[in-house]
C-alpha cells in the first residue's frame, strides 16, 4: 500500500520560514506528478502548486515568489519551502501524488493523498 506522509508543520511567526517534506512509501514503479494543497478552517482545500516529475512547478497567484517546491525522486520526496510566511497562510498543508504501477505489463497511475500537516502562522 503506497503512503504518502507530510513532515514539517509547526507554530511560526509571520515573516518566518517553515519547509514541509511529503515522503512517499510502498511499493510503487516511480511517482509522476507532485502538488501541494492547503486548506483553512472554514474554507474549502486549495491548490498551492505542483511539480512534475521534470521539475517544472507551478504556483498559485497567492503563494508566488514566496514559496518554492522541490523534490528529490530517488528519495520520492516533494518538499514545500515557504517563505515569509503570513497569517493567511495558515492551514493544514496536503501533498499529493499520482503514483505509477505496472500491472499485466499495462501502465496504471493512482492519486494517493497524505494526512496533512499543520501551519500555524501568528501575527
Known amino acids: 500500500q503506497v503512503q504518502l506522509v507530510e513532515s514539517g508543520g509547526a507554530l511560526v511567526q509571520a515573516g518566518g520560514s517553515l519547509r514541509l517534506s511529503c515522503a512517499a512509501s510502498?511499493?510503487?514503479?516511480?511517482?509522476?506528478?507532485m502538488g501541494w494543497y492547503r486548506q483553512a478552517p472554514g474554507k474549502q482545500r486549495e491548490l498551492v502548486g505542483g511539480?512534475?516529475?521534470?521539475?517544472?512547478?507551478n504556483y498559485a497567484d497567492s503563494v508566488k515568489g514566496r514559496f518554492t517546491i522541490s523534490r528529490e525522486n530517488a528519495k520520492r520526496t516533494m518538499y514545500l519551502q515557504m517563505n515569509s510566511l503570513e497569517p493567511e497562510d495558515a492551514a493544514v498543508y496536503y501533498c499529493n501524488a499520482q503514483i505509477v504501477t505496472y500491472s499485466s505489463g499495462y501502465r496504471r497511475t493512482n492519486w494517493v493523498w497524505g494526512q496533512g500537516t499543520q501551519v500555524t502562522v501568528s501575527s
Open positions: 511539480i512534475t516529475s521534470g521539475g517544472s512547478t
Open positions: 510502498g511499493r510503487f514503479f516511480s511517482i509522476d506528478d
